[in-house]
């Protein structure tokens, strides 16, 4: 039997709140009587300035509430990212755009997503990509400076553009991100004349992950998808964790370990070999250079950018290709 398809659920935009009228005159005015304040309403009246009344059971239940339910509603998706750094926040953002019909789900190990795209290299702030990658920056609406060279585009703050890319991506309506999220292993499936295919991800709270060695029982959950995008970046602790596990299952036979660094080679390969590796699973960014034996290409990104863009057209192939094949 076929697994269910996931379908994007509905979503509602709550309508403005009217502000008062020319009777509130005071930031607490608006917060007892529970209308819109603007900042220009609370300069000037910090003397009588206080919150909105609320209990703290609200705020539990507001965040307990919301999580599960996007625990319970993607646990079908159509698509699960696994990783947010700058690839998969780039292959999140092409797919949401072009399919706002996908339940799309981005895993990811760190509080904080955005990977090493915070920073440029070496702890500096500038961000570097090559031509023609800054279409990407055109298309998200991150500014940048030109070159002398004509050959590459510098964003004045890596921060700026990863802010900017994780701002959009979280918006979307059909698009959630569980960050503090592990994806520990493969949801595994008998494949047509393949050894396996790729159906979920299983998952678990990072913090638990770092614990199975000292602790006990504490099984992970899962999440059912027929198309997984890994991005988890190159060998670390968390990184190229899809592909070692490909290894660890005798999937695939061994990796080819990442390269020395060399720009040149390097970003034109990952864009180029960004591909499906096993059924159901896509590799990209630099996770794609420990299967390959790729260069590194260093503090550049352009690559990223780009092989998240090949990803999700990858992805919605595969997508279709399940589809007709009564398997999504």
């Known amino acids: 039997m076929s697994p269910p398809a996931a379908t994007s659920p509905t979503f509602s935009v709550a309508a403005p709140v009217t502000k008062l009228p020319s009777k509130a005159t005071t930031a607490n005015d608006y917060a007892v009587k529970g209308a819109q304040a603007s900042i220009a309403d609370m300069e000037g009246n910090w003397d009588s300035f206080r919150f909105a009344p609320i209990r703290e059971s609200q705020v539990s239940r507001a965040m307990t509430r919301r999580y599960f339910e996007d625990l319970d509603a993607h646990a079908e998706s159509d698509i699960v990212i696994v990783g947010a750094g700058s690839c998969g926040l780039s292959t999140a953002y092409v797919l949401a755009n072009r399919r706002p019909d996908l339940r799309i789900t981005i895993i990811e190990a760190g509080v904080a997503p955005g990977g090493g795209a915070w920073l440029g290299g070496q702890l500096f702030s500038a961000m570097v990509m090559r031509k023609p990658a800054d279409a990407f920056l055109r298309e998200v609406g991150v500014p940048y400076e ?99 596990r490909l290894v660890s299952m005798q999937r695939i036979e061994k990796l080819g370990g990442m390269r020395g660094l060399d720009m040149n080679t390097a970003e034109d390969a990952i864009v180029k070999n960004t591909r499906e590796i096993v059924p159901g699973l896509i590799v990209g960014g630099m996770e794609l250079s420990e299967v390959d034996g790729a260069n590194r290409m260093g503090p550049t990104f352009g690559a990223m950018v780009l092989s998240g863009v090949k990803a999700a057209e990858e992805a919605l192939r595969v997508f279709e290709t399940r589809k007709k094949e009564n398997a999504v």
């Open 146 to 244: 030109e070159d002398d060279t004509g050959n590459f585009v510098v964003v004045k703050h890596a921060a700026l553009f990863t802010s900017t890319l994780l701002s959009k991506v979280l918006a979307m309506p059909n698009v959630k991100l569980f960050n503090a999220t592990c994806v520990e292993d493969l949801i595994t499936r008998p494949s047509n004349g393949q050894d396996v295919r790729i159906a979920g991800v299983v998952t678990n709270w990072t913090l638990v992950t770092m614990h199975h060695d000292d602790q006990s029982c504490m099984d992970p959950n899962t999440i059912n998808a027929p198309v997984i995008i890994s991005t988890t970046g190159h060998d670390g602790p968390m990184g190229a964790f899809s592909v070692k």
